[in-house]
């Protein structure tokens, strides 16, 4: 939970609420990593598939990540679900930034923590296990059309800009109303 909650958290969360509805659409069902078939799943993705090791640099840690290969949020608008998760190390889950400080993609991610890690000589083969998981597999992500990603980046951003209207107008009918119904100081 965060510890100081802004408009724009609210709105970033309804972001992803709309994100993670979508995926379950596509999916079929609802899809909750924490509990059920979902968790089942989840562990399947991470032992199974990726034998227990961080998809980027190959480490097996104690614990692992979820990471969301194309990101949650608004800069990717990846959707929650199980195509689109990988498990990683703590160290990894920090998408590394280019020149102009955008997030980079999950393969450029890949490249460069393989290449500061003097591991160059396993990118191809850690980049095509995350492919295989990514688009084949029972898990495959959705082919989703141009039209369709259009259409969740347009809903996603109508969402962020209506969650973060509706609470400052909440603010301003809030100061109309104590302005109302404060009880003044009666005049001298
Ligand atoms: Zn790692």
Same mark, same amino acid.
């Given at each position: ?23 379950? !659409?596509? *999916?079929?069902? $609802? ?7 979902? !968790?089942? $799943? *989840?562990?399947? $993705? ?6 227990? &090791?961080?998809?980027? &640099?190959? !480490?097996? +840690?104690?614990? /692992?990540?979820? #990471? ?13 679900? +199980?195509?689109?998760?990988?498990? &990683?190390?703590? %160290? &990894?889950?920090?998408?590394? !930034? %280019? ?6 993609? *999950? ?35 959705? +082919?989703?059309? %141009?039209? #369709? ?16 209207? #509706? ?5 301003? /009918?809030?100061?109309? /109303? ?7 100081? +009666?005049?001298?």
């Amino acid at each position: 939970m965060a510890i100081h909650n802004t408009a724009a958290d609210a709105a970033n969360t309804a972001v992803r609420a709309f994100l993670t509805e979508v995926g379950e !659409k596509y *999916w079929g069902k $609802i899809f909750n990593t924490g509990t059920g078939s979902g !968790k089942a $799943i *989840w562990n399947k $993705i991470k032992n199974e598939i990726f034998g227990g &090791c961080c998809c980027y &640099c190959g !480490k097996r +840690p104690d614990k /692992l990540q979820l #990471e969301y290969l194309i990101m949650f949020n608004r800069e990717e608008y990846g959707l929650h679900h +199980p195509g689109n998760i990988v498990p &990683c190390c703590t %160290d &990894c889950n920090k998408r590394k !930034k %280019d020149n102009n400080g955008r997030h980079v993609s *999950w393969e450029e991610n890949l490249r460069i923590i393989c290449t500061e890690s003097g591991q160059e000589g396993s990118f191809e083969q850690r980049r095509k296990n995350i492919m295989k998981h990514h688009t084949e597999g029972e898990y495959a992500y959705p +082919p989703l059309t %141009d039209n #369709e990603n259009h259409s969740i980046r347009v809903m996603a951003e109508s969402l962020y800009s209506s969650i973060k209207t #509706e609470i400052e107008k909440s603010l301003i /009918l809030y100061a109309k /109303l104590t302005e109302a119904f404060v009880v003044k100081e +009666p005049e001298k």
